[in-house]
């Protein structure tokens, strides 16, 4: 299958008269534009080819099921507004994540470490939209309620683990897939928990937006491993955020290439 008759079997099965088509041939995507809602969408075609090369048809049911979900979450915040603050909750991207919307809008967003940044999302029951300052008056909020909502709403998230030992190392992952995953590193009464419990040094690790790694590193290499379970992570996440990890410490987070120089120096200091 190629790209044309790729969209072809898109508009077949979502409906072309629901939709504005535009195939830009260069850029190889097509864009949608629902003509009652007024909004549209960005679809690349190679990423979706290179899926029915292995799945066939499920790849093409997967993004059918994924443009109707979207489009349906955006039905239901016009019919019922945007649900209130209740709904919101903190994100954690990296530095390089765009910070401005497809419109030209500035998302709400907090600074974080030298790696990552907060964003803040509304929660639509099977999607979410990122907060930008356009939402603002819908929401009838201010940029700084929307980040004190999200720290409250953070807090509510279960924070169960699995537990897995390596090398004499412990390495807890919490993985509940509900696309918060990564943003639990935010709440600070679960990490001082965390580090009550640990024996050696903590690291905190967020490699992709759907797992947090919390380390009890107990030796070099407990780091060796760390550092490979983190690429692992990275490499594999939908969304990446970042292969480095955190040392926790008195509730501030330090990457571990900082702490790695800072002991050569003292190292050489001695000598």
Known sequence: MKSPQLVEELKKRLGEDRFDWAFDKEKDKVRLEHKVLGRGMD??????????????????????????????AMEREQQEGFG???????????????????????????????????????????TYRLVDESMLPKLNVTAEQVREAARFSVKK?????????????????????????????????FLKDMRAKIEGDMTVSVPHQDVLIIGDIRSEVGYDVLAQLTMHYFAVGTVPITSLSFVYEDGELEPIFILAKNKVSKEQEKQ
């Open 84 to 126: 209130g603050l209740a709904q919101v909750y903190p994100i954690i991207r990296s530095t390089s994540f765009p910070q401005t919307s497809k419109e030209g809008y500035s998302f709400v967003t907090t600074d974080h470490t030298a790696e990552t940044r907060i964003f803040y999302a509304l929660d639509l029951g099977t």
């Open 157 to 189: 998230l279960p924070t169960d683990y699995k537990k897995d030992e390596v090398a004499g190392s412990i390495f807890y992952f919490i993985n509940h897939n509900d696309g918060y995953d990564a943003s639990r590193i935010l709440n600070e009464g």
């Open 43 to 72: 679809i690349s075609l190679p990423e979706i080819l290179a899926k029915y090369t292995q799945k066939k048809e499920a790849a093409i049911e997967e993004v059918v099921y994924t443009i109707e979900q979207t489009f349906q």
